[in-house]
């Protein structure tokens, strides 16, 4: 089915009018967790250590410092929608809890995390911006949660961070990585819109349209850190120790010098509009998804019919053949690789 640019004027124009509707709005920023985050988890104290809250994340307390991991190894810690929830989850735990001081955000195995889960996507893919709504707004609220905490949060990067889950890393406070750590946004090789918009506020305008509009995505953690993405790089295998060692150095501060003091940063970019920004990139993502891309459905349909693998060495085979030709056709080239992806 061909872009159709009338549909997609008129749902601007919607988009347009709701702005306006809503440009006084409160900030969401100290919303309290809604009642299905809440549903079948309570906040209690765990009876040892370490807990599960699902078996894709994973909280722990080392002293002051909660530790959450992203527990899908087995498919690069892929972000779906109960993994989301499960994490705002273990978020409103380390809020509530007041022995905690600091957050660490960390992946299990090989990844940080290859971004919001495509298989599931291709699995069970939303129609029209009604059904994308909901979906963007659990991605978009998961990955900023760590932004609003008021409990200094830091991430702690190793191997793949793409997509949504480099936006995650973006929203912590702090963000260690490990010298083998890959950054990337690689979503519109594959026809789909950004979610949260962090980037340009994190590195600047310039660097930020070349990382997007060209998709991104083998970043190494050297030229992060150069471009501001990155605080810290340390050698392969001490991202998290060295992460645990700053949040214990913030956790045993004042704690409410440190909330405050956190809240002030913050509240110098939502005076410079980023907040509305953000809210405005999602809205037209969200417009994006709902409209629908050819080149994300065709690549669904390989994700469907032959696979993820497939589906992403389509999609490079084709940024590939664009790069050399300055055309790319939809089909799929014949004797395509697979190379690393994301969602």
């Keep these: 089915m061909p872009f159709d640019h009338d549909v997609f004027a008129a749902a601007r124009q919607r988009l347009e009018e709701y702005l306006g509707q809503r440009c006084h709005r409160a900030s969401r920023r100290d919303k309290p967790p809604s009642a299905a985050l809440r549903s079948g988890y ?44 499960a994490l705002q989850a273990a978020c409103d735990r380390a809020e509530a809890d007041d022995a905690v001081g600091a957050v660490v955000l960390t992946g299990a195995g090989k990844a940080f995390s290859s971004g919001f889960d495509l298989q599931a996507q291709a699995a069970a893919t939303p129609q029209g911006v009604d059904e994308w709504r909901p979906v963007l707004r ?36 702090v963000t260690v990585a490990a010298e083998d750590a890959i950054f990337g946004e690689p979503e519109l090789k594959f026809g789909a819109g950004i979610v949260v918009m962090l980037l340009p506020w994190i590195v600047g305008p310039k660097r ?36 645990l060692a700053l949040a214990r150095r913030m956790a045993a501060m004042d704690r409410t010098l440190v909330k405050e003091t956190k809240r002030a940063i913050n509240r110098t970019y939502e005076l410079m509009g980023m907040g509305e920004a953000l809210e405005a990139a999602l809205d037209i993502d969200t ?15 390989i994700a469907r019919s032959e696979g993820l693998r497939a589906a992403l060495a389509w999609r490079e085979a084709r940024a590939a053949e664009a790069e050399k030709t300055g055309t790319a056709t939809l089909e799929q080239p014949a004797g395509t690789t697979h190379l690393p992806g994301a969602g």
């Design 42 to 85: 309570e906040h209690t104290k765990p009876a040892d250590k370490s807990e599960t809250v699902v078996q894709s994340i994973l909280y722990e307390t080392r002293g002051p410092v909660a530790l959450i991991t992203l527990n899908r190894p087995e498919r690069l810690n892929a972000l779906d929608q109960a993994m989301l929830d």
């Design 138 to 173: 659990r991605d978009f609220d998961a990955a900023m949660r760590f932004w609003h905490l008021s409990k200094p949060t830091v991430a702690a990067v190793h191997g793949p961070a793409l997509a949504g889950a480099c936006e995650m890393a973006m929203a912590c406070d």
């Design 208 to 243: 930020a349209k070349e990382i997007i509009l060209l998709g991104l995505d083998r970043i190494g953690a050297g030229e992060a850190q150069a471009m501001g993405l990155v605080n810290r790089v340390v050698p392969a295998g001490r991202d998290v120790e060295e992460a």
């Design 287 to 301: 417009l994006i998804e709902g409209q629908g891309m050819p080149t994300k459905r065709r690549f669904l349909e």
